[in-house]
């Protein structure tokens, strides 16, 4: 890990290399590897500490006791989850974060951020940023409110792509999920997905292979 690669962090913007050190050092940092799959934290506990995506991403996923799953967001490299969480003390997880595939993850104790002295540079660079990553949080749930508000599958799956195109600059994009995964993101069925997206395919709206797609226009 190199500092130069957290300063790309946004929870680390603007500070200095010694202040990510002390930063680091105060919130007793720790690096794990979690393999595709693994549940990195569970809903119904609580936590202390924020994760980091420093390699490969992780899905925010609910999951109710019948087994019905949700999608509520995919974390990628330099993303950050479970912030909320390690801020309000004691407050139990709704929610499960998931492998997406092999990660590397960075923890920080936030509890130490509440209870030491508030006179440093960096604790108000970091509390600052963390402003800066809620307000991000909100827009990214904000979103996926908007994706699944249209009544049509259609409707849901051409507002998804449409924002992936934005987000990308591109009409051609790569999307983060899997089949399921995206049916789970936009609350349909997988199979009834599966034909929509066909369908799209053959009227000249999208084409696709696997998770690649493209927006075709006139």
Known sequence: MELQDLKQVILFRGMTDEEIRDCLESLSYGIRRFEKGAILLHAGQTTRRMGIVLSGSVTIESADQWGNLTILSHV???????ETYALLEDSVMLVDVRANEDCEIMFL??????????????????????????AQKNRTLSSRIFHTS???????????????????????????????QLADYL??????????????????????????????TE
């Open 76 to 82: 990628g490299k330099n993303g950050f989850f479970a």
């Open 109 to 134: 104790d936030l509890s130490s951020l509440r209870q030491g002295p508030s006179g440093s540079v960096w604790r108000s660079r970091i509390t600052a940023n963390l402003l800066t990553i809620s």
């Open 150 to 180: 249209s009544k049509s599958l259609r409707g849901r799956i051409l507002s998804y792509l449409h924002t992936i195109s934005i987000e990308q600059d591109s009409r051609e994009f790569d999307i983060p999920f899997d089949r399921q």
């Open 187 to 216: 609350n349909v069925d997988r199979t009834a997905l599966s034909k929509e997206l066909g369908r799209m395919q053959k009227e000249g709206l999208i084409r696709f292979r696997k998770n690649h797609f493209s927006i075709q």
